[in-house]
């Protein structure tokens, strides 16, 4: 009887271990990025200063994922830039305020998400990195981090599409950098 008590508390406590554990996004230590093309030749750089999200991680697979950036947040260093992004011929932010990601799953070293902007959602393939999970020493929680490097077309999105590709390439690329702590 002794046997089975044991056997029966080791195996509760192996598969809580593999029960995927819920974490939230620390946005000081995250950045959602993007970079494109202008003129052919230069790469500008931008993010989105606000932003949130959970995920949930079991062992070293991400079994979910959902985050949002508010797009009036964009930054690209240019003030005037930055309005003309949040016009209606682009983000078109008055009417669209969020952007949002959700995991459709995650393998190895690809990560498939919808992305939705301006209300049209389109999946997306990442390479991802996944690290963790650590010890905080204050707090004595899980931290983790992901790294999501991929690729979309802005025109399927309907952003800036009577903008040619010559000036502003249709390419964006995305990265995103997420640290967050088990809640």
């Known amino acids: 009887m002794r046997k ?23 946005a000081s230590h995250s950045s959602v990025g993007f970079g494109v093309k202008h003129m052919s030749v230069s790469n ?11 995920l949930d991680v079991e062992g070293k697979t991400i079994k979910a994922l959902s ?15 930055d309005k003309h992004l949040n016009a209606p011929d682009f983000f078109d932010s008055k009417k669209f305020g969020k952007a949002t990601l959700e995991l459709v799953k995650h ?9 939705t902007m301006r209300d049209i959602t389109k999946k997306v393939v990442f390479d991802v990195e996944l690290n963790g999970p650590v010890k905080h020493p204050k707090t004595g929680k899980d931290l983790v981090a992901i790294t999501l490097q991929g690729k979309l077309n802005r025109k ?5 599409t009577d903008t040619g590709n010559a000036m502003v390439s249709d390419n964006v690329d995305v990265l995103i950098e997420l640290e967050a702590m088990q809640k």
């Open 4 to 26: 089975i008590i044991v056997a029966t508390a080791l195996s509760v406590a192996y598969g809580a271990a593999l029960l995927a554990v819920p974490y939230e996004i620390d």
């Open 107 to 115: 393998n190895g070293k690809k990560l498939e998400a919808n992305i």
């Open 44 to 54: 500008v750089k931008g993010s989105f200063d606000k932003f949130s999200g959970t």
């Open 67 to 81: 985050g949002e950036v508010e797009i009036s947040s964009i930054n690209t260093n240019s003030s005037a830039r």
């Open 156 to 160: 399927d999105f309907g952003v800036g």
